[in-house]
């Protein structure tokens, strides 16, 4: 392929930020680059496809297919794409093959205990429209913790997403380590809405390959999130009993230790508004 346009895809589990990522993107260089949030919406189809030994069986997948074909077609327009979803992680190792080192990657991660309360409060796991096709499981042939295959059944809705931190996550840092030649940016959604400063921004917007517009800044107050909602309590201590779960967050950077109660029962159970 040649074109100096890049794409780049955000590898995150979902409710890390990437709604506000991209209507942010959109609000401030629209007018340079195409910005999407999820546009096959499962149509990568990550229970049949993570892992899979052929790369491109995912492209029977016709809207996967078709998206990919709109992407090229960007990119031999020397255009800057940005999909911010969460489902296109299972899509990395075809977009890789098929872009090259035009494909570039932000694995975006967020504090697993909030990640997976935040989840839960959507139910993932009953929701028939992602059973089917993007809720992995330990009974899926391509992930890694089969070992909790046997304890699924009895786990609760907020340690089944804690599973689908950890698995998203350790793909993320699986697919940074096969493929050196394509550039990935390491983010926490923690880190964009706490520094006193647009550094980690401007240094993402580099990445991406944009101009830094301090535009984008002064849009990190405003709450873009669409689906807030709230669950029975529960104990978000229970990510004590997954050893590989805590040992990620520490390796991310997560104190669990740092957690409080009273924030996570105010945002999650109902009471007071935090950032999501």
């Not at 629209?30 to 499962?42: K, L, M, R, Y």
């Not at 089969?146 to 009895?154: E, M, N, R, V, Y």
């Amino acid at each position: 392929m040649n074109s100096t346009g890049t794409a780049t895809f955000f590898l995150s589990t979902g409710r890390c930020g990437t709604q506000w990522i991209c209507k942010a993107l959109s609000a401030v260089y629209s007018d340079v680059a195409v910005i999407t949030h999820e546009p096959t919406q499962f149509g990568y189809s990550p229970r049949k496809y993570l892992r899979a030994t052929d790369v491109n069986a995912l492209l029977n997948e016709r809207v996967v297919a078709l998206h990919l074909q709109n992407v090229k077609d960007l990119l031999d327009g020397n255009k800057i794409y940005i999909e911010t979803g969460w489902p296109c992680y299972v899509a990395a190792p075809l977009l890789i093959d098929q872009l090259g080192t035009q494909c570039n990657f932000v694995h975006l991660v967020r504090n697993p205990v909030k990640v997976a309360l935040s989840l839960a409060t959507h139910n993932i796991y009953k929701r028939e429209d992602l059973a089917a096709s993007a809720a992995i499981s330990p009974l899926d042939e391509g992930v890694v913790q089969k070992d909790l295959a046997d304890k699924w059944s009895t786990m609760t809705e907020y340690e089944k997403t804690l599973f689908w931190w950890t698995e998203i996550n350790l793909y993320a840092l699986e697919l940074r380590k096969e493929h050196p030649a394509n550039k990935f940016f390491f983010l926490r959604y923690e880190d964009i809405f706490s520094s006193p400063d647009d550094q980690l921004l401007k240094a993402l917007i580099q990445f991406i390959g944009l101009e830094y517009r301090p535009a984008l800044e002064q849009l990190k107050v405003k709450n873009v999130d669409k689906y807030r909602f709230h669950m029975t309590p529960v104990d978000w201590k229970l990510i004590f009993k997954y050893p590989k779960t805590c040992a990620l967050a520490k390796e991310l950077g997560y104190d669990l230790d740092d957690l409080h109660g009273a924030e996570l029962s105010g945002r999650y159970y109902g009471g007071t508004s935090h950032p999501v």
